[in-house]
């Protein structure tokens, strides 16, 4: 499976979150493939309601978003959140630019929470770096997904 997001983003959404710790090019690989499987995956659960109220429209509130934030105060790209948003769901659906942004500011947040719980173990591990170990660490502790 190729990783539509861009490691740049998603790197500096790491380093924002790791302070003094470097990060290596293999923790935002990593952060940004499990990024995508959880926006595959929200777009889906997404899909079901828009379907429910008789639509083919995702719109932010199937996000379960209310308001939306303004697009430029997201660091991650809304083109690639759009193709994650239809990595799984058919093509009959389309969606609309305020469930992008939507998606991109939950997918933000969720990587800004990755992050943050990644550099907390790499100090712990003792080292000056955050890896791919501890992005995958998180997912094994605190994930239950």
Avoid: C, W
Avoid at 90 to 95: A, I, L, M, N
Avoid at 105 to 125: F, G, K, P
Avoid at 129 to 138: F, I, L, M, N
Wanted: glycine share 2%; hydrophobic share 45%; proline share 3%.
């Amino acid at each position: 499976m190729s990783v539509e997001l861009p490691f740049a983003p998603v790197d500096a959404i790491i380093r924002r979150n790791a302070g003094t710790l470097r990060v290596s090019a293999e923790a935002a690989e990593e952060l940004a493939r499990r990024i995508q499987d959880y926006g595959a995956d929200l777009a889906i659960d997404a899909a079901e309601r828009a379907t429910a109220d008789d639509r083919k429209t995702l719109m932010a509130e199937d996000f379960g978003v209310e308001s939306v934030v303004d697009k430029d105060e997201v660091e991650l790209p809304i083109a690639p959140v759009d193709r994650i948003a239809r990595l799984r769901i058919d093509d009959r659906y389309r969606v609309s630019m305020d469930a992008r942004v939507a998606l991109a500011d939950i997918l933000e947040d969720y990587a800004d929470n990755v992050a943050e719980a990644a550099a907390i173990l790499a100090r712990h591990a003792d080292r000056r770096t955050v890896k791919a170990e501890d992005v995958q660490t998180y997912f094994e502790l605190f994930d239950q997904r």
